[in-house]
């Protein structure tokens, strides 16, 4: 165990950025997750992001086979997992070429010497060593020979091959690190301990090599001094880091517990959705009924089985999986059964980016259907509150009855952050529409009068026998029916129905400003790059920007125009072509709106950000 | 299921709805034997569920008075998997046809089968989509005219049982559209297998492919051209009894008893229950005579056997009993 006892002077940073970089197999988002659990317990606010190739092992040293994971840990509030960045470990030329870009210039880089062979350099398709060719004069270059360095600190530990020793290098760098931002090195060995309890020589081993990486930056006098990042000002409370995917799968257990229904998800495996399917499978403890469906299509019908059958049902999906799962959710909102689909986005269209992230299934989750379908389609906006919509989204479903697309993105879904966990008594509580008992003049199709939710009754229930279907019904008795006047008014009042969830969601507030010059606009995953991206301006003396984010889109907070309208620009950001832009437009088609899109498989950067709010207040 | 708590007769199943199948149609037969077996099965009618796909048998659940959903194309299966998994104590059943099933929801039923889910599968097969009008489906023969093959149809067929049998179906029955007493047999019987029970049932469409079973199953030639199994019988058939069923190698003959030696003795007994499908995939695939009844019923684990067993277990072990146990578990922190 290490504890800090340097005695040379600290220098305080508010907030560093911090990406690890290696080849698939160099356990570079270990060494990440390691890195913020350990800064989140000292009580930093942490924003981080995995990247990894879309391949499962991409061959050794190759460009298209580095792993990365970046950290923003800060005092002060973290929104994004941040854009440049301050210190970059690259375990490898390959990680180092495709990585460097990133870096602030005369900011940190850490090599592994050893990794810098002449195979490796030809594999990133470097003409020569950059290490040697002042290529990196800008950088502040720490060159470590880290490799040899862990096999010396290794030698007298029995039982342990070539590869297992090689393999705990990804400490050393991690060691290092903890000593540069005056981290204990308690919390990983913690996990060493739990994680490898039967193996001890890897408990050793790794323990010894963190230690090792440690001293040795205590040591080097390549590294002047260390830094330090005070702990966060957050809410008190008992916190634990959490991705957005697992955020999102808790958020509907938490929903099943408040609503006494048992929860069923009926899905099929798709990057990035998959995880909240993996999440979900565990939890067979809490009675989840999670069935892995032969296809996309299987995974939505059986939920809508599920939802008839009265259990708390939901479908994950993204892009390309929600395409197949059109015309069953076409049936879902005609027969008015609750269910939630999950989309969590990706680069499209087709098979697109499926491990970028992108906001371009909008108009598909509003319009992908036949006919006149509306559903209701929120957005959850970071890792954390994806807990809060799953929620929100099964309260919806199964208090109007009707099916939810929640819509999240890979940015938030693999991103995470610190989450002030929510008991469940805390949480609002969800009504349902079950009918468990026959009355006078019982019929399926009957609603309640305010949310026009027709009510829910479960196969199982004495003397409620009755069939639903994707045939036009009866506006009473539900039987089917070609009448014209009635498919008119079935239609009518299917959109009205959702167009009164606008009563039960809140209104939108805005940001720094309340009337100005330039309101920023957003939705969904972008929430962390706008929000610092309009803070900063602010903080510059930009006072006239104000930020309103949306989470619901579908129908739309009733205050929309009048916020809107106390603004002379209105600026929509996306990580589309303009989806968001149009919705708006169609509701309100006196609106002047400017657009600002990005379709890189990207994320908004900071400074691209700040550059046109400035710009367009000038 | 709950044991009876009432007693039923056919009315108690037809729902106020006016059946609007083409007068003739099998289907009605269908939906009457489908009413007889369900008071004979001793199961609360509110716990009964019929699950369909489209196409002229999928308007079946509308006609029973039973809780029911009209679904989407060959998704029947999916659905009523969902219904089953929700809630096992139902009786789940999937009505489909031999377009909804065999082509755009080919997938669904293969799978369905191959879990081996609690759900009775009742396939009108006539071999011809009927709702649109007449185009080949998937059981149609090669050579037949169709709207849209008007030259012959060039895509050979799905035999149904044979298929099924593949995906490792447990339970496969066949019966002729016009044997309403069978039928209402077979249905108690696939009610009565634990597991997925499919029942095939060759429904001739009056409109598009008129007359298609009727060589096997006209009144005057049915008893010579079907072989009726049961198991523990002999595969017995024809008029006067004097027909069966041996094995010649790896090949079924018909012989007649009586003749060169042939005693009843030497009939092959037919066995349901084996495990092994080979001689069920060949009473399937013999064009003569054409074998109906209960050609398989091996008993087998569940799917929702299996997932009580993990699930129970996974219980036993966790130490998590409420949401707010996982939440607060592992790496957690306070912030002061």
Same mark, same amino acid.
């Given at each position: 165990m290490v504890t800090t006892q340097s005695n040379k002077q600290h220098e305080i940073l508010e907030a560093v950025i911090i990406r690890f970089v290696g080849d698939s197999g160099d356990g570079m988002q270990l060494t990440g997750t390691q890195f913020s659990g350990t800064s989140a317990m000292f009580g930093n606010d942490i924003a981080t992001f995995p990247n990894y190739p879309s391949e499962i092992r991409a061959p050794q040293g190759s460009l298209y086979g580095v792993s990365g994971f970046q950290v923003h840990i800060g005092s002060v509030e973290i929104s994004t997992p941040g854009d440049e960045v301050d210190l970059l470990v690259a375990m490898n030329p390959a990680g180092l070429k495709t990585n460097l870009h990133a870096v602030k210039p005369g900011h940190t880089i850490i090599v592994d010497t050893d990794a810098f062979t002449k195979k490796n350099l030809e594999k990133a398709q470097y003409e020569s060593n950059p290490l040697e060719d002042n290529s990196l004069e800008n950088y502040r270059v720490i060159e470590v020979a880290m490799t040899s360095l862990t096999k010396e600190a290794l030698k007298n530990v029995a039982g342990l091959d070539n590869k297992s020793i090689t393999r705990t290098k990804n400490m050393f760098a991690l060691g290092m690190v903890y000593w540069m931002y005056d981290r204990s090195t308690d919390h990983t060995i913690d996990f060493f301990n739990k994680k490898f309890t039967s193996r001890p020589e890897i408990i050793e081993a790794n323990t010894k090599v963190l230690n090792a990486g440690f001293y040795f930056a205590e040591t080097l006098e390549l590294i002047p001094n260390s830094y330090t990042i005070a702990p966060a000002k957050m809410p008190a409370g008992t916190y634990r880091i959490i991705m957005g995917n697992t955020a999102t799968a808790w958020g509907f257990l938490a929903a099943a517990e408040k609503s006494g229904l048992e929860l069923f998800l009926g899905s099929y495996p798709i990057t990035p959705a998959t995880d909240i399917l993996h999440e979900l499978v565990k939890h067979k403890h809490f009675g989840v009924k999670a069935f892995q469906a032969e296809d996309e299509i299987a995974g939505i019908t059986s939920a809508i089985g599920a939802a008839f059958a009265g259990d708390l049902a939901i479908t994950t999906t993204s892009g390309p999986g929600l395409a197949l799962k059109g015309e069953a959710l076409g049936l879902a909102m005609m027969v008015e059964l609750p269910l939630v689909v999950v989309n969590v986005q990706r680069g499209g269209p087709s098979t697109g980016l499926p491990t970028k992230t992108e906001q371009s299934d909008l108009l598909q989750a509003m319009y992908g259907r036949n006919g006149e379908s509306p559903v209701i389609v929120i957005a959850a906006s970071t890792p954390s509150n994806c807990f809060n919509f799953a929620y929100q989204a099964a309260k919806l479903a199964l208090e109007h009855m009707t099916p939810v697309i929640l819509l999240t993105d890979g940015y938030i879904a693999n991103g995470s952050s610190p989450w002030k966990i929510q008991s469940v008594n805390d949480m609002p509580e969800i009504k349902n529409n079950i009918v468990s008992k026959y009355y006078d003049n019982?019929?399926?199709? $009957?609603? $309640? #009068? #305010?949310?026009?939710a027709r009510n829910w009754a479960i196969p199982g229930t004495p003397k409620l026998e009755h069939r639903i279907g994707g045939l036009e019904k009866d506006k009473v008795t539900g039987n089917v029916s070609y009448v014209p006047e009635n498919h008119e008014f079935m239609t009518k009042i299917r959109a009205e129905k959702i167009k009164r969830v606008q009563d039960y969601i809140p209104e939108i507030s805005t940001e720094f400003a309340e009337e100005g010059d330039l309101l920023v606009v957003g939705w969904g995953g972008t929430y962390g790059s706008l929000h610092s991206a309009v803070k900063q301006v602010n903080e510059e003396g930009f006072t006239n920007i104000g930020f309103t984010h949306f989470n619901y889109i579908n129908p739309l907070p009733k205050n929309t125009l009048e916020v809107f309208s106390k603004f002379k620009k209105i600026l929509v950001c996306e990580l589309n072509n303009g989806q968001f832009a149009k919705i708006l437009k169609i509701n309100f088609n006196k609106l002047e709106l400017l657009q600002f899109n990005k379709i890189q498989g990207l994320p908004f950067g900071n400074s691209e950000l700040t550059e046109k709010f400035k710009q367009l207040v000038k | 299921m709950e044991t009876i708590t009432k007693k039923y007769t056919f009315k108690d199943f037809a729902s106020d709805q006016e059946v609007r199948w083409c007068p003739g149609c099998d289907d009605y037969v269908i939906l009457r034997a489908m009413q007889k077996a369900l008071p004979e099965m001793g199961i609360n009618k509110e716990d009964v569920v019929f699950i369909s796909g489209i196409g002229c048998s999928s308007r079946f659940p509308y006609y029973m008075d039973s809780y029911g959903m009209h679904g989407i194309h060959g998704r029947a299966p999916a659905i009523a998997t969902g219904v089953k998994l929700a809630n096992p104590k139902l009786s789940v059943w999937v009505i489909t046809g031999d377009g909804d099933s065999m082509a755009i929801g080919g997938n669904h039923f293969i799978h369905v089968l191959r879990r081996n889910i609690d759900l009775n599968i009742i396939l009108f097969n006539n071999e011809i989509y009927g709702l649109t009008k007449g185009q080949f489906s998937p059981t149609s023969l090669v050579g037949q005219k169709t709207k849209s093959s008007p030259y012959g149809n060039t895509q050979p067929p799905f035999s149904p049982g044979e298929l099924a049998i593949g995906a490792q179906a447990r339970f496969f029955a066949r019966i002729g559209g016009n044997t309403p007493k069978e039928m209402t047999e077979l249905f108690i019987e696939g009610q009565k297998f634990k597991g997925t029970s499919l029942i095939e049932v060759l429904q001739n469409c009056v409109i598009f492919n008129d007359g298609c079973f009727t060589q096997f199953t006209d009144k005057k030639v049915r008893e010579d051209k079907q072989l009726y199994v049961e198991h523990g019988k002999p595969m017995i058939f024809g008029k006067d009894r004097d027909k069966g069923l041996v094995l010649n190698g790896l090949k079924l003959e018909v012989v007649t008893i009586g003749e060169k030696g042939i005693t009843q003795e030497d009939i092959l007994v037919h066995n349901a229950k084996e495990q092994d499908p080979t001689l069920h995939q060949m009473l399937v695939r013999l064009e003569y005579p054409m074998v109906t009844g209960v050609i398989r019923s091996y008993d087998d684990v569940t799917l929702e056997e299996r997932e009580d067993a993990v699930t129970a277990e996974v219980k036993r072990n966790s130490k998590f009993h409420k949401t707010d146990d996982l939440f607060f578990s592992g790496d957690i922190y306070q912030v002061f």
């Amino acid at each position: 165990m290490v504890t800090t006892q340097s005695n040379k002077q600290h220098e305080i940073l508010e907030a560093v950025i911090i990406r690890f970089v290696g080849d698939s197999g160099d356990g570079m988002q270990l060494t990440g997750t390691q890195f913020s659990g350990t800064s989140a317990m000292f009580g930093n606010d942490i924003a981080t992001f995995p990247n990894y190739p879309s391949e499962i092992r991409a061959p050794q040293g190759s460009l298209y086979g580095v792993s990365g994971f970046q950290v923003h840990i800060g005092s002060v509030e973290i929104s994004t997992p941040g854009d440049e960045v301050d210190l970059l470990v690259a375990m490898n030329p390959a990680g180092l070429k495709t990585n460097l870009h990133a870096v602030k210039p005369g900011h940190t880089i850490i090599v592994d010497t050893d990794a810098f062979t002449k195979k490796n350099l030809e594999k990133a398709q470097y003409e020569s060593n950059p290490l040697e060719d002042n290529s990196l004069e800008n950088y502040r270059v720490i060159e470590v020979a880290m490799t040899s360095l862990t096999k010396e600190a290794l030698k007298n530990v029995a039982g342990l091959d070539n590869k297992s020793i090689t393999r705990t290098k990804n400490m050393f760098a991690l060691g290092m690190v903890y000593w540069m931002y005056d981290r204990s090195t308690d919390h990983t060995i913690d996990f060493f301990n739990k994680k490898f309890t039967s193996r001890p020589e890897i408990i050793e081993a790794n323990t010894k090599v963190l230690n090792a990486g440690f001293y040795f930056a205590e040591t080097l006098e390549l590294i002047p001094n260390s830094y330090t990042i005070a702990p966060a000002k957050m809410p008190a409370g008992t916190y634990r880091i959490i991705m957005g995917n697992t955020a999102t799968a808790w958020g509907f257990l938490a929903a099943a517990e408040k609503s006494g229904l048992e929860l069923f998800l009926g899905s099929y495996p798709i990057t990035p959705a998959t995880d909240i399917l993996h999440e979900l499978v565990k939890h067979k403890h809490f009675g989840v009924k999670a069935f892995q469906a032969e296809d996309e299509i299987a995974g939505i019908t059986s939920a809508i089985g599920a939802a008839f059958a009265g259990d708390l049902a939901i479908t994950t999906t993204s892009g390309p999986g929600l395409a197949l799962k059109g015309e069953a959710l076409g049936l879902a909102m005609m027969v008015e059964l609750p269910l939630v689909v999950v989309n969590v986005q990706r680069g499209g269209p087709s098979t697109g980016l499926p491990t970028k992230t992108e906001q371009s299934d909008l108009l598909q989750a509003m319009y992908g259907r036949n006919g006149e379908s509306p559903v209701i389609v929120i957005a959850a906006s970071t890792p954390s509150n994806c807990f809060n919509f799953a929620y929100q989204a099964a309260k919806l479903a199964l208090e109007h009855m009707t099916p939810v697309i929640l819509l999240t993105d890979g940015y938030i879904a693999n991103g995470s952050s610190p989450w002030k966990i929510q008991s469940v008594n805390d949480m609002p509580e969800i009504k349902n529409n079950i009918v468990s008992k026959y009355y006078d003049n019982w019929h399926p199709y $009957n609603r $309640n #009068e #305010e949310t026009l939710a027709r009510n829910w009754a479960i196969p199982g229930t004495p003397k409620l026998e009755h069939r639903i279907g994707g045939l036009e019904k009866d506006k009473v008795t539900g039987n089917v029916s070609y009448v014209p006047e009635n498919h008119e008014f079935m239609t009518k009042i299917r959109a009205e129905k959702i167009k009164r969830v606008q009563d039960y969601i809140p209104e939108i507030s805005t940001e720094f400003a309340e009337e100005g010059d330039l309101l920023v606009v957003g939705w969904g995953g972008t929430y962390g790059s706008l929000h610092s991206a309009v803070k900063q301006v602010n903080e510059e003396g930009f006072t006239n920007i104000g930020f309103t984010h949306f989470n619901y889109i579908n129908p739309l907070p009733k205050n929309t125009l009048e916020v809107f309208s106390k603004f002379k620009k209105i600026l929509v950001c996306e990580l589309n072509n303009g989806q968001f832009a149009k919705i708006l437009k169609i509701n309100f088609n006196k609106l002047e709106l400017l657009q600002f899109n990005k379709i890189q498989g990207l994320p908004f950067g900071n400074s691209e950000l700040t550059e046109k709010f400035k710009q367009l207040v000038k | 299921m709950e044991t009876i708590t009432k007693k039923y007769t056919f009315k108690d199943f037809a729902s106020d709805q006016e059946v609007r199948w083409c007068p003739g149609c099998d289907d009605y037969v269908i939906l009457r034997a489908m009413q007889k077996a369900l008071p004979e099965m001793g199961i609360n009618k509110e716990d009964v569920v019929f699950i369909s796909g489209i196409g002229c048998s999928s308007r079946f659940p509308y006609y029973m008075d039973s809780y029911g959903m009209h679904g989407i194309h060959g998704r029947a299966p999916a659905i009523a998997t969902g219904v089953k998994l929700a809630n096992p104590k139902l009786s789940v059943w999937v009505i489909t046809g031999d377009g909804d099933s065999m082509a755009i929801g080919g997938n669904h039923f293969i799978h369905v089968l191959r879990r081996n889910i609690d759900l009775n599968i009742i396939l009108f097969n006539n071999e011809i989509y009927g709702l649109t009008k007449g185009q080949f489906s998937p059981t149609s023969l090669v050579g037949q005219k169709t709207k849209s093959s008007p030259y012959g149809n060039t895509q050979p067929p799905f035999s149904p049982g044979e298929l099924a049998i593949g995906a490792q179906a447990r339970f496969f029955a066949r019966i002729g559209g016009n044997t309403p007493k069978e039928m209402t047999e077979l249905f108690i019987e696939g009610q009565k297998f634990k597991g997925t029970s499919l029942i095939e049932v060759l429904q001739n469409c009056v409109i598009f492919n008129d007359g298609c079973f009727t060589q096997f199953t006209d009144k005057k030639v049915r008893e010579d051209k079907q072989l009726y199994v049961e198991h523990g019988k002999p595969m017995i058939f024809g008029k006067d009894r004097d027909k069966g069923l041996v094995l010649n190698g790896l090949k079924l003959e018909v012989v007649t008893i009586g003749e060169k030696g042939i005693t009843q003795e030497d009939i092959l007994v037919h066995n349901a229950k084996e495990q092994d499908p080979t001689l069920h995939q060949m009473l399937v695939r013999l064009e003569y005579p054409m074998v109906t009844g209960v050609i398989r019923s091996y008993d087998d684990v569940t799917l929702e056997e299996r997932e009580d067993a993990v699930t129970a277990e996974v219980k036993r072990n966790s130490k998590f009993h409420k949401t707010d146990d996982l939440f607060f578990s592992g790496d957690i922190y306070q912030v002061f």
